[in-house]
């Protein structure tokens, strides 16, 4: 695990360091809403302003609720959406605003690890082929060289390269995932978006595609951002963990900082539910019960957007939106948005959520 | 569609037995609806009927060899009754003959070559323009496909006897012209299949893979998307086959296709009406012929729906 020194301040230096290999800031993405009266623009809010870096070599691990943005921010990162606002920048380059030629040796760089392994892999396509895309899309290995290379891949993720000529209904979703990494690796990218990789998977699977990632990271040199809703897998593979809420992240720091000592309440609350593999404590465990759904991010609360469920909530919370910033006494390393942060052993069980109605949304 | 034949193949593969030997060869899902298609009495039948048909027409000038009969040579001692009528079917004249004595199971097989051809002919390059067509609007979306959708209404609306009547008024009547004008109307409809499939399958996480590779968009509509919409562009063309069999059958009958002396079921038939009452023979076996050919194409046409989509099949049938 690696310490950032100086991990999340103004973003403003981008680039300078050698050692960040994306650098995300103040991504914002909104999708028009079709449909739904004539007047005014509605749109879903549904990535609105996040920041963060990746050194190399690390893994961020995204934590947040169906629904809060995840997906969309990793297919801003890797320009399957063009952005609302905002910048990323990929080893030094801003690819935020390139066109889509000048973006492809980028692609080569990034990869993506899907969520499905069912919707992911062509149907109508070889096994041998959905790997060898890669190559044949960027013109590197062809005929038997680019043969052997799949065939390498396919020993190397797990898979018989006999198969190769198989259609991917004639795997498991186990395999197929693993075809899905296969792919992903197949140019040796810089980052891997691993977006929900595992969530569809039996859990016994899950253990061994996430091994899978692991042994690949240290032999490729890659740098995951990892996708989750599952806090149990995040725990596992993530050297940082940015926890996200509604289209913002909430709170970032390294993976014990932030599990042992999680300051926004939401995080806290999020920990709170993973269950304890141990009956005993269990039962001792006090869990946070958050009362009310998420907020519709067509039009997301004012103020910090987890005020309304919020226990800790006061009336500055509904009016002013919290800088990402360490609580006091924290490391810089670990920075939340919070007006109020959680002290350590804080208990947060039993209070009412939401601060009065005045606060609430218009 | 795509969704449902995927879930089939999911179902009916049957799970590998343990220990069995690595060797086991993956079917394709081509071949596992070959296998589907295989089991379809009706199909293979029709499937026969086609292959006869496509024999008869492919060996036309070796049987009019055989008997001696030219496809235009008129017999009028042996062809025709002293008062100058058609003979019926006999040692000689098998189905007959026809108003100006020739033999017309000879014509009848020429006039396959016709119609096989420009029906096959017609469809491939109809579906050809529908595809490209259809998935381009698909796929790109936007303003490509507000252009191409608007195209595809105006084509369908057209009025297509008024259309053709007053082309062939123009350039004249021939085969070329008649392949052109079938083509031309009937590559709308496909094209509206193919659109409406491709934008269900852009929607598809292996398609945002491909972009997510760098794959250019036209890599993607014909290597990603259009395998996925093969099926049903498959099934379009078997069924438009038939139906432009009968209508290359109803420009000639009017007049409009191909011109006479060549044989042709359309010409044919428009020469027989007047003699149906003395003549049935004259008028039944080129009707019958184009009836079979259409008929069996189509049936054959409904099998490979059902034998590439066989949810759809057995909802409706069974």
Redesign the interface.
Known sequence: MTAPPSAVGPAGAAGADADVLLDVDGLVKHFPVRGTGRLGSTRVHAVDGVSLRLRRGETLGLVGETGCGKSTLA?CV?R?HDLTAGRVVFDGTDISRLSRRR??PY??Q???I???P?????????VGSIIG??FA??GVAGGTERRRRVRELMERVGL?P??Y???P??FSGGQRQRI?VA?ALALQPGLVVCDEPVSALDVSIQAQIINLLADLQDDFELTYLFISHDLSVIRHVSDRIAVMYLGQIVEIGPTDSVLNHPRHPYTAALLSAVPVPDPERAEERQRIILTGDVPSPVNPPAGCRFHLRCPKAQTRCASGMPDLAPAPGDAPGHPVACFFPLGDGEELTGRPAGVSAEGGER | M?QS??GE??GT?PPAPVGAP?TVE?R??WQLAWARLRADRVAMVSGAVIVLIIIGALAAPLFSALVGHGPNEQFRDTGLTPAGLPRPPSHTFWLGTDDLGRDLLVRVLYGARISLFAGVLASVIAVSIGVVIGLTAGYLGGLADTVLSRLVDVVLSFPFLLFAIALVAIVGPSLAISVGVIAFFSWASIARVVRGQALSIKE???V?????????DV?IMF??VL??L?APVIVYTTLLIPAAIAFEATLSFLGLGVLPPTATWGNMLSESVQYYKVAWWFVIFPGVALLVTTLAFNLLGDGIRDALDPRAGRAQHR
């Open positions: 297919r890797t399957l973006l492809r692609r080569r990034m990869q993506m899907f969520q499905d069912y919707g992911s892999l062509n149907p109508r396509r070889r895309d890669p899309i960027h018989n006999e198969h000529n198989r259609f209904a004639e899905g792919r | 795509t034949v995927l193949l999911r593969h690595v993956g394709s899902p598809k996480e292996y945002e893979a491909a972009r997510s590779l760098g794959a250019r890599r290597v990603d395998p996925n093969l």
